[in-house]
């Protein structure tokens, strides 16, 4: 079982650039979440999906950050133009639907905008 | 204004030690989960209770669930190194009709002590 995989682990570039985080979700599991974690607020979501289509999109902070999910095995976050306060770890998790499923996260992309 | 209030933020102890952290809302909820964090990686699932009053053993640790399902706490009997992370509390929130959203505390920083 090879959990849920990010790409990259680790992301390093200039204010105003674009950058695009990657997510493949456990195969069969249909809800797919990304999170941001930083030390202040800690873990925030984002958005999620249920069956590829955007449920709740209320967490994304404004509208230079966009995300897409063209199938069930793939997702992309993506920051444009990125800013310094934009710097934080990334997750993404995905479950099956369910109010108790368990959340499997990724091991994140540690995003540094300078 | 936090959905879920997590005390201590952080935790340092010395192997052998008891410890509570404690996950406390003004709401009430169907069901709670703790993950744990590890540095570098994604949180992981440890139990979930969904039982007003419930009790659940994991090896060394112990967690409880409110009689009225507001709070939680874990508990860790002789704490050892590999005991230490971010432990987070997390709740489903309804984004409406049967789409539920999790969100989480803010975590207790644990640090057991060789």
């Known amino acids: 079982d090879a959990g849920v995989i990010q790409s990259p682990r680790h992301e390093v570039t200039e204010m105003g650039q674009e950058v695009t985080l990657r997510c493949k979700p456990i195969?069969?599991?249909?809800?797919l979440f990304w999170y941001r974690q930083t030390m202040m607020r800690g873990l925030e979501l984002l958005i999620y999906?249920?069956?590829?289509?955007?449920?709740?999109d209320s967490g994304m902070p404004e509208d230079r950050f966009s995300a897409k999910m063209p199938n069930a095995s793939f997702s992309t976050l993506k920051i444009q133009p990125s800013e310094p306060r934009d710097s934080a770890v990334y997750f993404c998790?995905?479950?099956?639907?369910?109010?108790?499923?368990?959340?499997?996260f990724g091991n994140g992309t540690r995003l540094t905008v300078t | 204004t936090q959905l879920l209030e997590q005390s201590p933020q952080f935790l340092s102890i010395q192997e052998g030690e008891n410890l509570t952290v404690y996950c406390n809302s003004s709401?009430?909820?169907?069901?709670l989960q703790w993950y744990r964090q590890e540095p570098g990686e994604g949180p992981v699932l440890l139990v979930t209770?969904?039982?007003?009053?419930e009790v659940k053993k994991l090896k060394r640790l112990t967690f409880q669930f409110g009689d009225a399902r507001k709070d939680s706490s874990l508990h860790i009997t002789a704490a050892q190194p590999g005991d230490t992370g971010l432990y987070l509390c997390?709740?489903?929130?309804?984004?409406?009709?049967?789409?539920?959203?999790?969100?989480f505390g803010k975590g207790t920083l644990l640090t057991v002590n060789p």
């Open positions: 998790a995905s479950s099956l639907r369910g109010i108790n499923s368990p959340l499997h």
């Open positions: 195969s069969g599991h249909n809800s």
């Open positions: 999906f249920n069956n590829n289509v955007p449920i709740d």
């Open positions: 709401s009430v909820f169907s069901s």
């Open positions: 209770v969904v039982t007003g009053g």
């Open positions: 997390a709740v489903r929130a309804s984004s409406g009709g049967s789409n539920y959203k999790l969100t």
